[in-house]
Structures are given as structure tokens and as C-alpha cells.
């Protein structure tokens, strides 16, 4: 009897279960699957590396672009003030041509200083240290020039 259950029971699951074949087929499936996922989780990590890499590098070439932005804003402040040393050296020049010309007066610039010179024949006369007239005349002249730079 107890062999008879058995068998009935066997049949019974058979015919209500699932065949082998199928079984086998969503096996075959889950396998495909769980690869393509797995290749699909390992193309998005590849991504998010690039993305990183990316992000470095762009952090990186905008730190390049502030320093050559800080660097060509000082370069302007640096031409800006040339000009304006420029534009004043020349005015005094203008202002002093005709003692420049006379050979009283010499202008120079050195490191970023301007520097009049009065010459001492100009200034005094030979063995003498009271000012002569032609020396006062220079000076007053170089200190109008020096009143219009500002």
C-alpha cells in the first residue's frame, strides 16, 4: 500500500509540477541575466571612474584659468601703473624741455623712480654755496613741473 501512495503521489507531483526541461530553460535565463547585469554594474562603475577623472580635471583646469586670471589682472596693474609712470615722465619732460634742452636739468628713471637731476653748474656758481640766479630759475621750474603731476 505503502508503495502504491508512492507512486500515486509521484504522479500526482508530475503531473502538477513543472517539467525539467523548463526548469533548465529559466536556469539558462537567471544565468543570462545575473551576467548582463554584472556586465552592465561593471560599464556603470567604468563611468562613474571617467565622471571622477573628469571632475578632477576640470577642477584642475579651473584652478589653471583663476591663476592666469590672477596673473593677467596683474600684469594689467602692472601695465596701468607703467602707463601712468609713462604719461608722468613725459609731461615733466614737456614741462622742463627748454631746461633739458639748456642742459640744466637731466630726467631719469631707474627700477620705477623717477629721478631729476639739477645740475650743480647750474645751481652755484664756481667756488660758491649761495644759489645763483639761473640755479633758482631751474628750480623753480622742476618744482611747477612737480606741482602739475598730481
Known sequence: MRTIMLAVLAL??????VSKDVVAAKD???LKYQKMYGDEAAKAKAL???VADQDAQLAATQASLKSAADEK???????SQLAVSNAQREKLAQSLEKQIREGQVE????????????KDKVLFASGSAAL????RKALDAVA???KDLR
Do not use: H, N, Y
Request: proline share 0%.
Open 132 to 135: 645763483g640766479k639761473e640755479g
Open 48 to 50: 562613474e571612474a571617467k
Open 144 to 146: 611747477e613741473a612737480f
Open 107 to 118: 630726467i631719469s628713471e631707474l627700477r620705477g623712480k623717477m629721478t631729476v637731476k639739477l
Open 28 to 30: 539558462a535565463d537567471l
Open 12 to 17: 500526482t507531483l508530475a503531473a502538477c509540477g
Open 73 to 79: 589682472a596683474a600684469a594689467e596693474a602692472k601695465a
